[in-house]
Each structure stands twice: as C-alpha cells, then as structure tokens.
C-alpha cells in the first residue's frame, strides 16, 4: 500500500480530474522534450506542461551553451529519427586532447582507435532545441501545456495530481519532473538530495581560432579550473572556463581583448591566436543528486535528478540515458498490461539507473578536486596520471568507452534500436 504524499501547497484531493493522461512530464527542457518523443506513438496518453512559451528563445536553456554529445547519445537521437534535423548544426568530435597549464602530462584519445566515426558531436544547446521543439509540436498524441507552470502536487495510490499556476488540474498515472536543477518536483515531495557548490561558474563564448580546429575537443586543467575548448560546425570553438565566483564579473566585464589574452595565456598556442569572441554568458556550478529517483507515481529524469560540474561534459549525456531506460521500462510494462506508474516499474528504472547516475557524479567530481588542488605533489601525480594513460592504451580505451556512454547494460535506444 503506497503512502498519500501530500505537497504542502496541494489542496485536498476531491475526486476524478477532467485530464487525465497515462504519463504526464514537467519541463520541455533537453530531458523532457527527448522524453516525450521516445513515448510517443504508443497508445499512451501523454502531455508535457513547460512554464516557458514553446519557442527556442523563451525555453531557458536552449542557449548558446555548446553541448558536447557522446557517441551514445547521438545514437538515441538516432534511434528517434532526429538526428538528420541535429546532423548539420553539429561538428564531430574525431579527437580528444586533454593536458594541464604548465605540466608535461597529456592524454589523447582519437576515434579511430576507438573504431568509431566520432568520438561525439559538438552542437549549441539553441540547435539541439529547435529540433526537439519542433518534433514536440509535431506529436499529435502529447498534449502540450505552454507556458503553463506547475503550482501543485498531490499524489494518491491510484494517480498524480496536479494543478497549474494558470488554472486547470491534471492527474497522471505517472508523473515524470524533468523540471530541471532547481525541480520544483523535488522539492515538492521531499526527495533525499545532496548538493555540493563548487563555488566556481562556467563562463561560455564562442570564438574564432587562428589555426583549424581539425575537430579535436581540447580539455586543459588550469589554476582557475578546467577550459575546454570544443569544435564547431563552422569552424569556430565554443569555450568553457571555469572561473572561481569571485572572478565571474571581473571576466564578463573584461573588454574581448583582455578576455582573450587572458583565455590564450591559459590555453596557449595549439590553436594559433583565438580572435573574434561572442557573447559571454556564466553559470554558477554546483552538484546535485537523489540518493533515489522515485517515489510513488514520480520519477525525476535529467537536471531534476542530477546536476554536474561541466568539466566532463556529461550533464545532459548521463540525462539521456534515464530517458532512454524510463522509455524502455514503461513501454514494456505497458505492452505486459502493467501499470506505468506502479511501483514495481519504478523500482526496475531505479536500480538499473542507479550505478550509472553514482559512476558518472563520482568520477566528475573526483576530476574537479584533484584538478583543482595545487599541492605540487599531487600535481606532479596527475602529469603522470596523464602520460601514464597517455601509454597505456587499456586504460586509455576504458575511459573513451565510458566518456561515449558505450559503459554497462545499455537500453535499447542507446544500442541504436528503435522502440
Ligand atoms: C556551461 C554548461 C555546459 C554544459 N555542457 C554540457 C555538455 O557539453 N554535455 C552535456 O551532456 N551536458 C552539458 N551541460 C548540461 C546540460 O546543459 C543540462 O544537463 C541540460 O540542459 C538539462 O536539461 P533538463 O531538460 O534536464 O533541464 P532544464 O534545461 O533545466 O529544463 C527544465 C525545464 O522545466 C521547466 N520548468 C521548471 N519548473 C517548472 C514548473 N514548475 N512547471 C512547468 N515547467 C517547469 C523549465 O522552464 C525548463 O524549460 C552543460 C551545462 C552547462 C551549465
């Protein structure tokens, strides 16, 4: 017998709702829009509810960001036939080169070795978002809410319930919060979550480098933080540098020379000199995790279960796979006649997200700390970490494999097999 979880703005639940859907999902962010689309053209009833209007410059995160893709992840957009819509915003990432200001260690990984065509892609969170957003709109099955804003929840044994900021009630056999960092889905039903600030922000512009970027990702750890300098379609780099928060508004404010000096003196000259630089933006970085992901009838996906330090690059890459198992796990149950939000089928989704969700949130914050120490000790480990990988193709390839998302029991959109 599950246990009413009352929010502490719901109103008392007085009987059947005029909407109700088998699946409905909060957030028409990456997580939620990817999510609907793997759902689709299953006989369910669906609807996403976003708070922002449905168009590319009103959805917060559809930015300037770059989004680096792994190999898996490409393959699920695959396996959902968008990713012809992706494949010309994108550049692919044919190699990896990973190194430390002033240390002699460098790691490089290369697709080729890895016997695959790339090694990611490279695309602006904007691009990744026109796709999905026009594929949303397209789905004639999802019933999408936009702007709409989710103000209340209740959960009963039999369904979700929730209301809307601009009125009008939903009830659900399955609620799904891709609601992201700050889910108010979460918070509402008091998910266990740990959260860790780096005090550090990710300042992002794209820039023009002297020389080809000959599409290799550079990862360089610097006494700020990480810089990543990652390729683009048009031949531009999009840049992500960390910066302790006490520096983000000296950085924004510096004139594009002085950024660029500044930006060069850290990266150096493997790509000539870095000129024309855009807009810059910052985000404040922090981690977040639920030790569980469900609860009665909800189950957080993407952001709303997981934030990560982008030094990696693998916050919207590990996001994908609980979409990619979610959908695979409630499309099974639905064709044995089982219940989609039944306790059991959330069970099966948490213990085979789990590993992977603890794996990925370890190994990024293990890279932020040791790098982010200046003990010449331990500095002079991690050179020799570095070269060390740099010789020892085993160790080399393990790491490739996880960085694709190609790790562990893979569902079936993630093996390239449509649902
Ligand atoms: C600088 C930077 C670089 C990054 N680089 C990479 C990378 O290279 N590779 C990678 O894999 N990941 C990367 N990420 C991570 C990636 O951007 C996120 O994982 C991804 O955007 C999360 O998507 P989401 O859909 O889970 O959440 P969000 O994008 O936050 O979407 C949540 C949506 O829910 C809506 N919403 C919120 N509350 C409500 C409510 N109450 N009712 C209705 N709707 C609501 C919001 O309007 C929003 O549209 C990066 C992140 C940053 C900051």
Same mark, same amino acid.
């Given at each position: 017998m599950t246990t009413p979880i009352e929010s502490p703005l719901s109103p008392p639940y007085t009987g059947p709702m005029p909407n109700q859907y088998d699946i409905v999902i909060i957030g028409g962010g990456m997580a939620g829009a990817t999510l609907a689309t793997a759902l689709s053209g299953h006989g369910l009833k669906l609807a996403l509810v976003e708070a922002?209007?449905?168009?590319v410059e009103a959805v917060?995160?559809?930015? /300037?960001r770059a989004i680096a893709l792994s190999h898996g992840a490409q393959r699920i957009f695959q396996a959902l036939g968008l990713w012809n819509e992706m494949a010309s915003h994108a550049a692919p990432i044919l190699h990896i080169h990973v190194s430390e200001q002033g240390g002699f260690g460098v790691t490089r990984l290369d697709a080729s070795e890895e016997g695959v065509p790339a090694l990611g892609q490279v695309i602006t969170a904007r691009d990744l978002g026109a796709a999905l957003l026009a594929r949303l709109q397209s789905l004639e099955d999802v019933a999408v809410l936009a702007p709409a804003r989710v103000r209340w929840l209740s959960i009963e044994p039999e369904a979700a319930h929730l209301g809307l900021e601009e009125g009008g009630e939903l009830s659900a056999r399955l609620l799904v919060a891709? /609601? !992201? !960092?700050?889910?108010f889905v979460r918070r509402q039903l008091c998910f266990d979550t740990v959260r860790r600030k780096y005090h550090q922000s990710a300042v992002i512009a794209n820039l023009t480098p002297?020389?080809?970027?000959?599409?290799t990702a550079y990862e360089r750890f610097t006494a700020d933080g990480p810089l990543a300098l990652l390729p683009m379609h048009d031949e531009r780099c999009a840049l992500v540098w960390t910066v302790p928060d006490a520096r983000r508004e000296e950085v924004l404010a510096l004139d594009d020379e002085a950024f660029l000096r500044q930006v060069q003196e850290r990266f150096g000259w493997r790509l000539g000199r870095l000129g024309r630089v855009g807009r810059r933006s910052a985000y404040p970085l922090s981690q977040t995790w639920v030790r /569980?992901?469900?609860?009665p009838r909800a189950v957080l996906v993407g952001n709303a279960a997981h934030t990560l330090h982008p030094v990696a690059g693998q916050g919207f890459n590990l996001g994908i796979r609980d979409l990619a198992v979610l959908a695979e796990v409630v499309l099974q149950a639905v064709e044995e006649?089982?219940?989609? !939000?039944s306790e059991a089928v959330l069970r099966r989704y948490e213990q085979w997200r789990r590993r992977d969700r603890r794996n990925v949130a370890l190994a990024t914050d293990t890279l932020v700390r040791l790098f982010s120490n200046r003990w010449p000790p331990l500095r002079l480990g991690r050179n020799l970490g570095l070269l060390g990988l740099e010789l020892c193709p085993p160790a080399r390839h393990a790491i490739a494999r996880a960085a694709m998302g190609l790790e562990g029991r893979l569902p079936r959109l993630a093996r390239g097999v449509a649902l």
């Open positions: 922002a209007p449905l168009q917060p995160n559809y930015d /300037d891709a /609601d !992201g !960092g700050d889910s002297g020389r080809p970027h000959r599409n /569980d992901s469900v609860k006649g089982a219940d989609p !939000g």
